[in-house]
């Protein structure tokens, strides 16, 4: 009758500390959309900076180097976004390991699970609004490059 007791408690454990995996998988998710959304940045520059090279007339020079800082601009967001999300990542998991942990051996460490769980929460809000504002940069970039492409072509 002991050993069923706890198989129950160690199998309410489990349940305790798997929920937030549902939340882990959202923020996986999350760092695959901006890391794609990093690596079009990057080729983007890429694209821009030869262009720049290759270019004799100043005024087309100095539209490829506002897109360029622009460009640098997004980039350092994106990476901050990255960077915030996976914070939350990290904090998640360490919240996993933390119910599991103090479920088994019946510690009381609540007030430690809530810190970190409001911790993760409050990095990945930082984490979107920042995901936000590089949405935001982007159509501002997007107007930069459109004024680039109808000068190419000789349309004003």
Do not use: Y
Request: glycine fraction near 8%.
């Amino acid at each position: 009758m002991n050993s069923m007791i706890e198989v129950t408690d160690l199998a309410l454990v489990i349940q305790l500390a798997v929920a937030p995996v549902f939340l882990l998988a959202g923020i996986a998710g999350f760092l695959n959309v901006i890391s794609g959304r990093l690596g079009r940045i990057v080729d983007r520059a890429r694209v821009v900076g030869q262009r720049e090279l290759r270019l004799s007339d100043p005024e087309q020079k100095a539209i490829c180097q506002q897109e360029l800082k622009f460009l640098w601009r997004r980039t350092k967001v994106t990476n901050w976004s990255i960077g915030l999300c996976t914070a939350a990542g990290l904090l998640v998991c360490i919240l996993i390991v933390s119910l599991f942990v103090g479920g088994f051996w019946q510690l009381h460490i609540g007030g430690l699970i809530i810190g970190f769980f409001v911790l993760a929460l409050v990095l990945l809000i930082l984490a979107l609004m920042l995901f936000l504002k590089e949405v935001q940069l982007a159509t501002r970039t997007l107007r930069v490059a459109r004024e680039f492409s109808f000068e190419d072509v000789g349309v004003r």
